[in-house]
């Protein structure tokens, strides 16, 4: 007898393309306009566009889903790309309060959110490069 077993992407567990792009758009609006965000927000342009994008990209990838982003930009290397900025701990979790608040509008599979929670959250940990 052979033990068959199904996994299911983060990408498929949480809705596919459109909760990625919700996700994203939700994310970028609350950094906007969120006070508690403006430490995060002062570190990107003024027009969100371009970054909206990528990061679509990154996520849906980074997700289980089509790869979008390694084509077009190669290895994430993001601590290599956010060396530029300063990210500690109030970073950190400006950045998470966005996103969890981002997730809670988007993701209707609570156990999902929170198993995309907790990915993230190491995600957000490991980016820090400063105490």
């Given at each position: 007898m052979?033990?068959?077993?199904t996994v299911i992407s983060m990408f498929e567990r949480?809705?596919?393309?459109?909760?990625?792009d919700a996700l994203v758009d939700r994310f970028y609006d609350r950094m906007d306009s969120l006070p508690e965000a403006k430490i995060i927000r002062a570190?990107?342009?003024d027009d969100l566009g371009?970054?909206?994008d990528v990061l679509k990209r990154y996520l849906t990838e980074?997700?289980?889903?089509?790869?979008?982003?390694?084509?077009?930009?190669?290895?994430p290397r993001l601590r290599q790309r956010h060396f530029g900025f300063s990210i500690g701990d109030a970073e950190r979790d400006a950045w998470?309060?966005?996103m969890r608040g981002a997730m809670e509008q988007t993701i209707t599979d609570a156990i999902a959110r929170q198993d995309l929670d907790k990915a993230l959250s190491s995600l957000a940990d490991w980016?820090?490069?400063r105490p």
């Open positions: 052979t033990d068959t077993t949480i809705g596919g393309r459109a909760t990625i570190m990107h342009a371009l970054i909206r980074w997700t289980g889903g089509p790869r979008l982003y390694t084509p077009e930009k190669g290895h998470m309060l966005c980016m820090r490069n």
